[in-house]
């Protein structure tokens, strides 16, 4: 069983920067896609980027892209999110999630999940 552990969200002011971190233990794959999501209250969840495999291109939401960026050790099994100049907009609890095979925008698509980071952008 994947099982999937988030780390590193916080509370910033607008234009801040954290640093996202899931990290994978369980069975893994070498063909598992990690992918982030995002859900603010009321709304649906997000896709914000994920990766298949280092080489690959990441996909990228574009209400992040230029500020987000996304990156995976293989080795360490770790999906990382770095946020830069964050807007309040931003707010969310954020997710990680993988699947085995190809990454896909729609959430439903995921198998493994992991409980959550709360990431808080202030005015």
């Known amino acids: 069983q994947l099982q999937l552990a988030e780390s590193g969200g916080g509370s910033v002011q607008t234009g801040g920067s954290l640093r996202l971190s899931c990290a994978a233990s369980?069975?893994?794959?070498?063909?598992?896609?990690m992918a982030w999501f995002r859900q603010a209250p009321g709304k649906e969840r997000e896709d914000i980027a994920g990766?298949?495999?280092?080489?690959?291109?990441?996909f990228v939401a574009d209400s992040v892209k230029g500020r987000f960026t996304v990156s995976r050790d293989t080795s360490k099994d770790t999906l990382v999110l770095l946020m830069n100049n964050l807007e309040p907009e931003d707010s969310a609890m954020y997710y990680c999630a993988a699947r085995i095979g190809f990454c896909y925008r729609e959430s439903a698509k995921y198998t493994y999940w992991g409980q959550g980071t709360q990431v808080t952008v202030s005015s």
């Open positions: 990766i298949y495999s280092i080489g690959e291109t990441p």
């Open positions: 369980g069975i893994t794959y070498s063909t598992v896609c």
